[in-house]
């Protein structure tokens, strides 16, 4: 099972993605520990659809950056990337205004493969989203 990167703090999260996406979408992580990951994201008008909710695809890159860090976190030293092979998600809500929080959690931790669920809460702690990808490990 893979564990932990003592080196891969949330300080080196934040300087990893300047200038990225998750750095575009105002992604902030907030705690990281063995197989979790918990990250925020303000809503702004930017990130809405033009229906005034907020976009699917700012749910989903709240939700798969969250999970992508998280497996970054945790890869070995004879895997050190990955790519996401497959993800899906299912909305249960939306929102206009607020800050959204995602929790990834460790599904699976193997030697090839990671797969991670992410839960998307509203701004009143409701969940608003699920999700779940499975990442390949890269050798």
């Known amino acids: 099972m893979s564990t932990l990167r ?19 979408l105002g992604v902030r992580v907030l705690a990281l520990t ?3 990951l918990t990250a925020e994201l303000q809503i702004r ?9 907020l976009h699917a695809a ?16 945790h890869l070995s030293d004879q895997t050190p990337n990955f790519t996401t092979i ?3 998600s299912n909305f249960l809500g939306t929102c206009r205004e607020g800050t959204i929080r995602a929790v990834a ?6 030697r090839s493969t990671h797969v991670w669920d ?3 809460f509203d701004p009143t702690g409701r969940t608003m ?5 499975t990442q390949m490990l890269l050798r």
């Open 58 to 73: 700012t749910v989903i890159g709240l939700a798969d950056t969250s999970c992508g860090y998280a497996c970054l976190a």
């Open 129 to 133: 989203a699920l999700f779940r990808c």
């Open 86 to 88: 497959e993800l899906k």
């Open 34 to 36: 063995q197989g979790t």
């Open 105 to 110: 959690t460790a599904v699976h931790l193997g």
């Open 45 to 53: 008008p930017q990130l809405l659809a033009p229906n005034g909710f």
């Open 6 to 24: 003592p080196d891969f703090t949330i300080e080196s999260i934040h300087e990893r993605q300047r200038g990225m996406l998750p750095d575009l």
């Open 118 to 120: 992410a839960t998307v």
